[in-house]
């Protein structure tokens, strides 16, 4: 049986080396890491999802289940827009290359965005199928929601505060910098995680 901190320590590994190359490539920017975060826990809710439906026993169980999940989803969807508005246009509207390499993780044609989530789906998938998942719930607001809001506000205050005034010419730099902080939080909150 595969224990939590065991799952984080590797999808932090992964997620780190990945967006480490992504960054010296030129490939990652705010938007993608926040991205990456939501579509992290989007996968999360959906898997958990599927497991939770698979244990209930009779079709009214399951679809009280299916309500009462509505609201997870919900509030991804809610997260979605707002960082794909914000973060994936409108803070980047006058910079071309940013919105460049937005639009392309939008698309889902960044391969380091994309290798990412096809290693943390196999992953948690391989997580969930090791786990005793008899304690498993699908709460309305979690631990990772608070890493996507916390990251929506440091973004934002990166973006408009921090970045202008990093007199850096190389962009690679420029990236490590502000990704950093993001990487922390995830690293510092996943380790506390039960």
Known sequence: MIRIKQFHLADILTMLIITLLGI?????????????????EFIRTLVDFVYLIWQKKTIREKFDFIKISFGSFF?????????????????????????????????????????????????????????NNSQLQMPLFSKRHIILHISIILGALMQLAIVP?????????ISALVILPFMLLKIFLDRAEK
């Open 75 to 131: 509030i991804l969807f809610i997260y979605v827009v707002f960082i794909v508005v914000v973060f994936g246009f409108m803070l980047n509207w006058n910079n071309r290359e940013l919105l460049g390499q937005n639009i392309l993780v939008l698309m889902f044609r960044n391969w380091y965005f994309n290798i990412n989530m096809f290693l943390f789906l196999g992953q948690y998938i391989y997580f969930r199928n090791q786990s």
């Open 24 to 40: 010296a490539q030129g490939q990652v920017t705010v938007f993608y890491v926040i991205y990456l975060f939501w579509f992290q």
């Open 165 to 173: 005034r990093l007199n850096i010419e190389n962009r690679v730099w």
